[in-house]
């Protein structure tokens, strides 16, 4: 059965709005709250698009002609009606699939306690078998009501914002959105714990504004690093500069991080967007000193790549701290470091 249901809540009454041209001609339906579960579980499990034979004998009105029913409009386009067979959600029905608990989104299996009130399974053994609303016991009852509108229902993407115009199924609204195209960044700046989020033009001004960070524009580079004591890590300052190429922007990394008793310093570029575009770009480090030289060859990672992900898998330009300071010449009280490379674009 394909019902196009519009429901909202006033008081402690449920309403549902018939689609004109299936059930109930438009006319509301008005249900307690308390009934919800029992009147959707006959019209789920009957298919029956009426509702003559509901226990809870509801009260068929007429809308109020003053008042405003959010997202109750009718439905013109017949064909349209016909070939969408789920249901529009309001901010109301998200706020009954909401955990009054955590907040964020219930998903089965979906509990409720005598008295109707509900919360995720998650939460359940965070409350001790007390319902959070009533105080009531909340035993084990399933809310399989709330979990069949869950299903009827489509939802926008919460990065609508952004620029995703999506319309997904509850629930498979949360795996789109933990691969969607359009989820922000989060601000590649390594040196502090930065919470900011938000696309790459947002996050350039952001690390060039609030982090001072280096900007240049180029696919090659030449830089100098040096550190006095860099017998300790924590005197190895970790450096990040953004590079401009290809009409994109790479973030160039450079730091000591402790492998076993000893510093070792890493070298490796990210790009700042998605990891498929990544692929389609190379680059090349290299350092030495003495007559000597490392060359590192690899693909830049996306920063949808933590930081310290790409740092803990090694993958980039590897220099042991003896051999830093072989490169550094002198006492070795000092390191001094010149790394070079250039980015390239694969045919």
């Not at 076993?260 to 990210?270: M, N, T």
């Not at 003896?322 to 674009?345: C, P, Q």
């Amino acid at each position: 059965m394909n019902l196009l249901l519009r429901i909202f809540e006033k008081g402690d009454f449920l309403f549902l709005l018939g689609d004109k041209l299936r059930w109930n001609a438009g006319r509301l339906v008005k249900f307690k709250r308390a009934s919800l579960g029992r009147a959707f579980d006959t019209i789920m499990a009957s298919g029956n698009p009426f509702f003559d034979d509901l226990q809870s004998k509801p009260e068929v009105i007429d809308p109020p002609p003053n008042e405003d029913i959010m997202d109750c409009e009718p439905v013109n386009d017949p064909i349209q009606a016909a070939i969408k067979p789920n249901v529009t959600v309001s901010g109301n029905v998200r706020e009954l699939l909401e955990c009054p608990v955590c907040l964020n989104a219930m998903y089965p299996p979906i509990h409720q306690c005598s008295n109707g009130h509900t919360l995720c399974s998650g939460c359940k053994p965070r409350v001790h078998n007390r319902c959070p609303t009533c105080r009531h016991e909340l035993g084990n009852i399933r809310c399989l009501a709330l979990e069949k509108i869950a299903a009827s229902l489509e939802l926008p993407c919460k990065y609508e914002s952004f620029g995703c115009i999506g319309i997904y199924p509850y629930y498979s609204k949360l795996k789109h959105e933990s691969q969607c195209s359009y989820r922000p960044y989060s601000c590649p700046y390594a040196g502090s714990e930065c919470t900011v989020v938000g696309d790459i033009p947002y996050l350039v001004a952001h690390l060039k504004d609030d982090h001072k960070v280096d900007m240049h524009n180029g696919c090659t580079f030449n830089h100098r690093y040096v550190k006095s004591n860099p017998h300790e890590v924590e005197n190895a300052t970790w450096m990040l500069t953004v590079f401009s190429c290809f009409g994109q922007y790479f973030c160039l990394h450079f730091e000591a991080f402790q492998l076993g008793i000893s510093p070792v310093y890493i070298a490796f570029l990210r790009f700042m967007g998605d990891d498929n575009e990544a692929k389609s770009y190379s680059y090349s480090l290299e350092v030495g000193g003495n007559g000597r030289k490392i060359i590192w060859q690899g693909v830049p990672r996306s920063i949808r790549d933590s930081h310290r992900k790409v740092r803990d898998s090694f993958d980039g330009l590897l220099i042991q701290r003896n051999m830093a300071l072989f490169f550094s010449g002198g006492d070795r009280k000092e390191l001094k470091l010149r790394v070079t490379g250039r980015i390239w674009k694969e045919q």
